[in-house]
Every structure is written in structure tokens, then in C-alpha cells.
């Protein structure tokens, strides 16, 4: 069975891209991130209210990577430090040798290509270096920019589930993709 192991912290870069540890300094923009209604509309999880929520979220990332349960990483541009975003691995199953994958932007870079580059890179991290064999992503069935992405680094639809989760007094669908190692 597959075993994680995120000591030291893995820096990784693309053509523009830096992502690195997410810190209590990044607490103004995962509280942007966060508590952004346009930002969260795919993502069936309650809304960041204060600094505090945010510190927290910071908190639950770190407690993931220091059990090596769970990696994510702060996008940034190689020439500014400001976090545009957030990409990782969570719900690892290492038994399997699989992982999903997840990611947000803020809303002004959208369209620019940097979720599809950090996915790319990620993909190479999570089969190269983490030894998967399979990488899945679960994403609302109604957010085409997401699946867009997904389908141009190479992720097949898997399933369709309908209503399979309730929150907020309503069932979500939620479509999985996936990708193996070839």
C-alpha cells in the first residue's frame, strides 16, 4: 500500500505558475476565496464569514499535510506573491493508489489558463512522485468551465450521480472524472 509523505513541503513550479504552502499570511485572500458566493457556487460547503473561518480553513489544510493525509497548495504568479488560488489532493485513498484532485480560482483569473497548468503539473506530481494510479475529480454537473478543464488534461467522465448529496436542504448531483497512469 501506497504511503504519503509531504516532509519537506513540495514547491512546484510551471511556465508561470508558483504553488507553495498555504500560511496564516494568506488568510485575506483564503477568506476572498472562501466567502465568495461566485467562487463557492460549485462547491456545496458553508461560506467562509470572518478572518477566524479563514484561519481555520488554513489550520485544516496544515493538520492534512503534517498527517500526510491531504496536500493542497496557494497558486501564485512566479512574479507575485498574491494567492489567486488553491489546487491539492484530498480524499487520498492510498489503498487504492487514487486521489481527487480539487481546485479554485478567484473569479479575475478565470479563463487564463492557470488551472489548466497547475492541473497538468499536478497530474505529473500526483503519478510521478505520489505513485497513483488513478487521479478522480467530483465536480457539480453544471460547472462546465471545471469540466473543461478536466476534459483538456485528459480526465474522462466516469459516473453521473444523481442527487447523491444533500446540503442545504437539497440534493446535489455530482459528476466524477477521472484519469489513470499510462
Not at 23 to 30: F, G, P, S
Not at 136 to 162: M, R, T, W, Y
Request: proline share 5%; with cysteine.
Amino acid at each position: 500500500m501506497l504511503a504519503f509523505n509531504f516532509t519537506p513541503f513540495p514547491v512546484i513550479e510551471t511556465e508561470r505558475l508558483l504553488l507553495k504552502r498555504i500560511t496564516d499570511a494568506d488568510v485575506n485572500e483564503i477568506f476572498e476565496l472562501r466567502s465568495n458566493p461566485e467562487t463557492m457556487k460549485y462547491i456545496p460547503r458553508p461560506l467562509v464569514k470572518t478572518t477566524e473561518d479563514a484561519l481555520e480553513h488554513i489550520a485544516m489544510i496544515e493538520e492534512k499535510i503534517i498527517t500526510n493525509v491531504g496536500i493542497n497548495w496557494g497558486i501564485t504568479l512566479k512574479d507575485n506573491p498574491k494567492l489567486l488560488g488553491i489546487i491539492g489532493y484530498y480524499r487520498m485513498q492510498p489503498e487504492n493508489y487514487r486521489a481527487e484532485i480539487g481546485y479554485m480560482l478567484l473569479p479575475e483569473f478565470h479563463g487564463k489558463g492557470i488551472i489548466t497548468e497547475a492541473v497538468y503539473k499536478l497530474i505529473r506530481y500526483g503519478f510521478d512522485d505520489l505513485k497513483l494510479h488513478s487521479i478522480e475529480a467530483v465536480i457539480d454537473p453544471e460547472n462546465f468551465a471545471s469540466e473543461k478543464v478536466l476534459q483538456k488534461c485528459g480526465f474522462v467522465k466516469e459516473a453521473h450521480l444523481k442527487e447523491a448529496e444533500f446540503y442545504e436542504g437539497v440534493f446535489l448531483d455530482k459528476v466524477i472524472y477521472s484519469l489513470l497512469d499510462k
